[in-house]
């Protein structure tokens, strides 16, 4: 049998993905082979195809998508197939409409999710979950700052955050994207570049600062994010939309009250079968909630997956992006 899939053999702008064709063996002892249904895209793969997160090339790339499983290795003993499945780990090489994936990392779909649906939700969803539960988990009414509000994993943990109690202040790149914003349940929005944000905050917060700011924009917001906190506030860093955060005196953070720093990954909280499990039952818990919105702004053929890396890339997205495979 044969595939269409997305490789890169240089690092470089979109332009380097190319649409090939392979031939793709029967799966592993370990594996089943899934039809893509619908694929996510996430802003880690344009690290990937960048060269910031360096790899092997050629590679495949792509981390996360949702698809019906078509055959069923020996070893594999608690899926079928015909099972709807979804995933957000293993090996890079989700942008194809076909291909084998360890069993390991796939979570059924439960009743009422779709596979758009879940390839638009689940690795923006679980880091959500870790962010919002793990990394600083929110109390009620914590005031907390989330940038690129109205983006995949800020239009999900702003609605998040809402509904573990917190107040939430949204950061974004538009007026459009702050209408999104407030529609998702932002209690204030404040536009990049075009006010003091510290000030902002402050104003906001009856001058307190914020208890945690979720950062995914990186060197180019690190240190008004440490200006935006309270005594001992956290600052997740968590993305490098504007590139990579750069090295920093630890002495700024005794200077504005004895702050906290982490550097989270999604793969470190779901490292186990169990771990997963949890986070992904939280994920569906929550999308069950009542008034929950997955919004998916924009899908793109995969065909056309250069279009959708650069429109990701020059903030033209909302939500979240499929590529629907062919
Ligand atoms: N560490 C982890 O485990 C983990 C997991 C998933 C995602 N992430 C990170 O979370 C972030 C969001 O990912 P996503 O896939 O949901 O993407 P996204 O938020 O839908 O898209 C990125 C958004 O970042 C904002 N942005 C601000 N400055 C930017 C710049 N210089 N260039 C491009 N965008 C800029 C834009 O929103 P505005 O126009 O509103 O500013 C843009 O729409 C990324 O940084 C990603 O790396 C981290």
């Not at 309270?230 to 200077?255: I, Y």
């Amino acid at each position: 049998m044969t595939t269409r899939l997305v490789r890169i053999h240089a690092y470089g702008g979109p332009e380097v993905l190319r649409l090939e064709t392979s031939e793709l063996p029967p799966p592993g002892p370990s594996e089943v082979r899934l039809r893509h249904t619908a694929i996510g895209l996430n802003f880690i793969d344009t690290y990937h195809r960048t060269g910031l997160y360096p790899l092997p090339l050629p590679t495949g790339l792509g981390r996360e998508a949702a698809g019906v499983i078509e055959d069923v290795g020996e070893a594999v003993t608690d899926l079928t197939t015909g099972q709807a499945v979804v995933y957000a780990g293993g090996p890079l090489g989700a942008y194809a409409e076909r291909r084998n994936v360890d069993a390991s990392v796939l979570v059924p779909l439960p009743a009422g999710v779709d596979g758009e649906r879940a390839a638009a939700v689940f690795l923006k969803g679980l880091t959500s979950w870790y962010l919002l539960r793990r990394s600083y988990p929110v109390k009620p009414r914590d005031a907390v700052l989330l940038y690129a509000a109205a983006g995949g994993v800020g239009s999900l943990a702003c609605q998040w955050a809402k509904k573990l109690g917190a107040t939430v202040i949204g950061i974004v790149g538009s007026e459009d994207k702050a209408a999104l914003a407030r529609d998702l349940g932002a209690d204030h929005v404040i536009l990049a570049g075009s006010e003091d944000i510290p000030a902002e905050v402050r104003r906001l917060t009856g001058g307190e600062g914020v208890a945690a700011v979720y950062d995914s924009v990186g060197r180019d917001t690190f240190m008004t994010s440490l200006d935006c906190l309270r005594p001992h506030g956290v600052l997740v860093t968590f993305g490098n939309a504007s590139g990579a955060v750069e090295p920093f005196a630890p002495a700024e953070l005794a200077k504005r009250g004895s702050l906290y720093v982490t550097r989270p990954t999604l793969d470190h909280f779901v490292a186990t079968r169990e771990a997963l499990l949890e986070a992904s039952a939280a994920l569906f818990d929550f999308l069950s909630m009542p008034d929950v919105t997955v919004r998916i702004g924009q899908r793109y053929p995969l065909a056309e997956v250069r279009a959708a890396h650069g429109d990701l890339e020059a903030r033209r997205t909302t939500g979240s992006t499929l590529l629907v495979p062919g």
